[in-house]
């Protein structure tokens, strides 16, 4: 199984981002998928999280409102739509991912297998 996230860049505050993760090694593709993010000196803490089917999702009070975690099956695809970017945004974005449906409820990097290799967004002010 691999994860490869992608789609961060420079953006100004106030601005948007979609961040992609696509993943392969399974037909049937991953049931729990995840971002997470590292900001700098800093823990890499839970973003978001999306059920298989894409009709559950949960997302971290400090994202909500702002972010839109998404997947497209077909193409074993996950997005992160990110808008109103503020400073605060800035991380290292990784996505994750894990077989076991339970891990639904985990906001915990302990709680998933498989992660990509992160991809950097910055927010200037």
């Known amino acids: 199984v691999q994860l490869q996230a992608f789609g961060g860049g420079l953006v100004q505050a106030g601005g948007s981002l979609r961040l992609s993760c696509a993943h392969s090694g399974r037909a049937s593709g991953i049931p729990v998928m995840a971002w997470f993010r590292q900001a700098p000196g800093k823990e890499r803490d839970f973003v978001a999280t999306?059920?298989?089917?894409?009709?559950?999702?949960d997302y971290a009070d400090s994202v909500k409102g702002r972010f839109t975690i998404s997947r497209d099956n077909a193409k074993n695809t996950v997005y992160l739509q990110m808008n109103s970017l503020n400073a605060e945004d800035t991380a290292v974005y990784f996505c994750a991912g894990d077989f076991d449906p339970r891990r639904f409820n985990s906001r915990s990097v302990a709680g998933f297998t498989y992660w990509g290799q992160g991809t950097q967004v910055t927010v200037s002010s």
């Open positions: 999306i059920n298989n089917s894409g009709r559950r999702t």
